[in-house]
């Protein structure tokens, strides 16, 4: 059943809490992974996955009646083409065209967060054992220095 939902927007916005509390829907179901990354890949062995085998990622039963894509990256991916490896359409480009051919119903969420909040997590998320207070670094009224 292909994907007539997509979440496009930016990593550490919360589509990960929004696809699990989606997919707990019985008639709505992200396939076997939340995200499938099918629109662009950042190796060759990667974007080789056909079209079929990107469909029978979205198994659904007599219940299921729309599935979706959590692949938030996809908004991005344009801009970052050229420092990856794409070996076909990329990128909200090829959702935009999938939409235009295949799913002319298709819908998108689109993800966003406030800027320092989102470099927050994220760095969070690098840094071993979350020794820096990345708050007060960032805090404008803090002289402590980090």
Not at 16 to 23: F, K, Q, S
Not at 31 to 50: I, L, N, Q, R, V
């Amino acid at each position: 059943l292909a994907p007539t939902l997509m979440f496009i927007g930016f990593e550490h916005v919360g589509s990960t809490t929004l696809a699990e509390i989606l997919n707990e829907q019985p008639s709505l179901s992200y396939g076997t992974m939340k995200e499938h990354w099918y629109f662009c890949k950042a190796m060759p062995s990667d974007s080789m996955k056909s079209w079929g085998n990107y469909m029978h990622e979205f198994p659904a039963d007599c219940k299921v009646n729309r599935t979706f894509d959590a692949t938030p990256a996809y908004y991005a991916m344009s801009v970052a083409a050229k420092k990856q490896r794409c070996f076909r359409e990329h990128g909200i480009d090829a959702v935009r065209a999938f939409q235009k051919v295949l799913a002319p119903d298709l819908q998108l969420i689109v993800m966003m967060r406030d800027p320092i909040d989102k470099a927050v997590s994220q760095a969070y998320e690098y840094t071993p054992n979350h020794k820096v207070d990345l708050y007060k670094c960032l805090n404008k009224t803090s002289r402590k220095p980090c």
